[in-house]
């Protein structure tokens, strides 16, 4: 896990102020705005960053074509309008708001994306993609949270190929990836992530993860039903809370527009029998204005006649009834399904896969 308020106070004040600060206006502003961090004044300090950032935006006259990070000052008004965006969301994560954390680690990604679109890399983009995907993992998003995970830990890699730093969320990173899989029903995929995670925490810390023996257990739980069903267990990843909740909602829409049919042809079926009710109620009348009725064929027929004008009513209500029903299942099911696909951005494909010590992936799609 990584460190608490000590660690990201630091963080702050970095990004905040001594690596990008020029001029005692600046500093100060900043130097204000983490004050009301550090007195626990959330709102107050998201204002104070808000206002700085804004200002900022107005001297923003970076050129988008920009292609290295490192051509633009850390004393730029571009730069320092970002890194604002970074306090607001770290604020944001101090406050325990998880949604908003969300929202704010979202936009300084989209932010940075949008101002420089040809850049590969820009400050923090890691550390921002872990942020996002512990709030999804919180927010039981756990395909999404997946995918970041990954993201956050192979773009660390690829940054720093063949150096010794590794990413100070890499441990956390790896169990929740592993849980992840886990949640989704992807069970030979996440004993083999489970498997990485203490291998690698082992490997560079120098000794096994102080509850290794609890994830080994997890791991032989895992592994167990696999084997029961002939090397299955799930390793495509498929399922979990977003898969299940748009299945959830398609049988909900299914359900509502079989009830409503049935609504539909109840109805139709009560305007038939209204409509025999109607005509043996003229005739009887006919018959019996033209007289020389005889009494039992009179009774038969009125008789007939309420009997299709009780069918009539039965059928309507009922027939009502189910078309409310299904009107009521199909729109629960829209709302469903829209909650259910409610994505963190644009669309994009994400393999589900598991590192291993081989370097071996378990593969399969999923949409974002």
Known sequence: MLGGARWLCVLLILVGSSAWAEGDEYKGAVDKATALLDAGKYEEAVAAYSKIMLAQRQSCTAPPAIDDVAKLARTSPCWRMLMMQFNIALTRKRQGNTQKKLDAFRTYVTNWRHAF??????????????????????????????????????????RHAGGKRRAKFADDANQRIAECLEKVGARAAAANAYETFLSE?????????????VFR???????????????????DGKGGSDVAGAARARKMRIAGIIAGGVGVASLAVGVAFGVLASNKASDVEQASKQGGLDFEDFRDDVSQGQSFQAVQIAMMIAGGV??????????????????????????????LTAPTRGGAYVGGALRF
Do not use: M
């Not at 925490?201 to 023996?213: F, N, R």
């Not at 199909?330 to 994505?343: H, P, V």
């Open 217 to 235: 257990g997890r791991i032989a739980k895992l592994r167990a039903p696999a084997k029961q069903n002939g090397g299955g267990g799930g390793g």
């Open 322 to 351: 189910a078309l409310a029903a299904g009107v009521g299942l199909f729109i629960a099911g829209i709302i469903k399904r829209s909650r259910a696909e409610r994505a963190a951005s644009a669309p994009s494909i994400t393999v």
């Open 201 to 213: 925490y082992e490997a560079h810390h120098g000794k096994a993860h102080p509850v290794a023996d």
């Open 117 to 158: 679109p040809k850049l590969d890399y820009f400050p923090l983009i890691e550390r921002a993609t872990y942020e996002i995907a512990a709030a999804q993992f919180q927010l039981e998003k756990y395909v999404q949270a997946l995918r970041n995970y990954r993201s956050a830990l192979e773009g660390w890699r690829k």
